[in-house]
T-cell receptor
Framework: SQTIHQWPATLVQPVGSPLSLECTVE??????LYWYRQAAGRGLQLLFY??????ISSEVPQNLSASRPQDRQFILSSKKLLLSDSGFYLC???????????FGPGTRLTVL | AQKVTQAQTEISVVEKEDVTLDCVYE???????LFWYKQPPSGELVFLIR??????QNEISGRYSWNFQKSTSSFNFTITASQVVDSAVYFC???????????????FGKGTRLHILP
């Protein structure tokens, strides 16, 4: 069966510090991968998606970036965090052509 | 453009009452999929159901039921005999025809926060 992992589960970082969140998927090959952000009490915002290794599409211009160094690994990064980067970050995967997405447990990021 | 509207931002009902969460969508695709996800306080989104645009049959799963009506572009979700464990944020979502959309992106509504009061 397929599983999706995210770490860390929680993170508190000062403004201006770097960020690296990791997401890995097990039990499937060549998945589509997605990063979402959910601000407190709000809906889901798609940040990045990837249909293959090295292929990243950005939905919203911002100081975040994403990379996919391996087929089942998706990384969200920032060189300098802003207060507005605080939120709940969710990684998701889907089987290409199967439409529905499965979500990881999320990372709660607080920028102070 | 595709859009999902969940007009109810927050609902509170007393345990054992029935509750319906509304979802209205917009799309120009003739082939599309609709979804409901549940987000409990832990934060992880839990997939509940998928419906394709050619299947208007209503579905029941235990205390959960879904009413898909293409004529009104609605995909409503009803919880019968609600329980405290049903308290969560519920998201309705839409995905278009992936022959045109290889990234399988999903458009989410803003969610409805459901409180089940003991």
């Amino acid at each position: 069966s397929q599983t999706i992992h995210q770490w860390p589960a929680t993170l508190v970082q000062p403004v201006g510090s770097p960020l690296s969140l990791e997401c890995t998927v097990e039990g499937t090959s060549n998945p589509n991968l997605y990063w979402y952000r959910q601000a407190a009490g709000r809906g889901l915002q798609l940040l990045f998606y990837s249909v293959g290794i090295g292929q990243i599409s950005s939905e919203v211009p911002q100081n975040l970036s994403a990379s996919r160094p391996q087929d089942r690994q998706f990384i969200l990064s920032s060189k300098k965090l802003l207060l507005s980067d605080s939120g709940f970050y969710l990684c998701a995967w889907s089987v290409r052509g199967r439409f529905w997405q499965f979500f990881g447990p999320g990372t709660r990021l607080t920028v102070l | 453009a595709q859009k999902v509207t969940q007009a109810q931002t927050e609902i509170s009902v007393v345990e054992k009452e029935d509750v319906t969460l509304d979802c209205v969508y917009e799309t120009r695709d003739t082939t599309y999929y609709l979804f409901w996800y549940k987000q409990p306080p832990s934060g992880e989104l839990v997939f509940l159901i998928r419906r394709n645009s050619f299947d208007e049959q209503n579905e029941i799963s235990g205390r959960y039921s879904w009413n898909f009506q293409k004529s009104t572009s609605s995909f409503n979700f009803t919880i019968t005999a609600s329980q405290v464990v049903d308290s969560a944020v519920y998201f309705c979502a839409l995905s278009g025809d992936t022959r045109m959309n290889r990234d399988d992106k999903i458009i989410f509504g803003k969610g409805t926060r459901l409180h089940i009061l003991p």
